[in-house]
């Protein structure tokens, strides 16, 4: 996938982006968050700055939240 480096990426689309692995991949979002850091971040957090690596993590806890709360 290809990320535009303009801007800072969002909850939403790292939320939307670990759904897509998950359901692509049938995996845990565990498995899913070490992924998407591997695809979109190359392992590198600070690849598109902080505030989008920071982004990443709470949309990894908002996702892990809502699968939580389904059960």
Known sequence: MTVNHGGTLTQDYFKSYIKLIISANECSSEEAKNIAFKQLF???ENRFGQETYKNFL?????????????W
């Open 58 to 70: 709470l949309a990894y806890k908002e996702l892990k939240t809502d699968i939580s709360g389904e």
């Open 42 to 44: 190359g392992e590198d």
